[in-house]
T-cell receptor
């Protein structure tokens, strides 16, 4: 397994269009996270899944954002009616709870850079 | 969620030891302290995690005093390739997702 994969690496879209990103986590990891990062800022939490269940959503995740993780494997993040403010790096991470202790760290993918023009 | 405070930036020279301190005054009993490193255009990379006292791995050491209200990431003998942003995160990752702050931008010079 080569780690967390994200596709595409870059996406340029026109304002108002819909975009979808894909994340393939490390196969044995049951938790999957989405973050968004703008230039000069730390990653902002969007949502996370444990297996196929979406357990937590940030208030940043407006109605235009939706995430799914069918069958508890890969995940998709869709942004509808994109706005220029959606331009950012979208990061996916996965983890697996350690036995007897919290998660031993997240493994992040390289991200999808979205530019809305 | 425990709020963290860390310096915005630090400068160092190759071969020096770098210590980055993070304050987390309202850390909860079940919270762990985790540090990540991020290079431009890459996702953050896990460095080290601890609960109390001292933790050491092949890349860094983490010092946590008894009251756990702060922690210090120690990078021995830094090189140019250690130039990156370092994030301190505090939380019970078994229950909630971690929240990143703005991090510390470390610049290592020759």
């Amino acid at each position: 397994d080569t780690g967390v994969s994200q596709d595409p690496r870059h996406k340029i879209t026109k304002r108002g269009q819909n975009v979808t990103f894909r994340c393939d986590p490390i196969s044995e990891h049951n938790r999957l996270y989405w973050y968004r990062q703008t230039l000069g800022q730390g990653p902002e939490f969007l949502t996370y899944f444990q297996n196929e269940a979406q357990l937590e959503k940030s208030r940043l995740l407006s109605d235009r954002f939706s995430a799914e993780r069918p069958k508890g494997s890969f995940s998709t993040l869709e942004i509808q009616r994109t706005e220029q403010g959606d331009s950012a790096m979208y990061l996916c991470a996965s983890s697996s709870p350690g036995t007897g202790k919290p998660n031993y760290g997240y493994t992040f993918g390289s991200g999808t850079r979205l530019t809305v023009v | 969620l425990a709020k963290t405070t860390q310096p915005i930036s630090m400068d160092s020279y190759e071969g020096q030891e770098v210590n980055i301190t993070c304050s987390h005054n309202n850390i909860a009993t079940n919270d762990y302290i985790t540090w990540y490193q991020q290079f431009p255009s890459q996702g953050p990379r896990f460095i080290i995690q601890g609960y109390k006292t001292k933790v050491t791995n092949e890349v860094a050491s983490l010092f946590i005093p008894a009251d756990r209200k702060s922690s210090t990431l120690s990078l021995p003998r830094v090189s140019l390739s250690d130039t990156a942003v370092y994030y301190c995160l505090v939380g019970d990752t078994g229950r909630r997702a971690l929240t990143f702050g703005s991090g510390t931008r470390l610049q290592v010079q020759p």
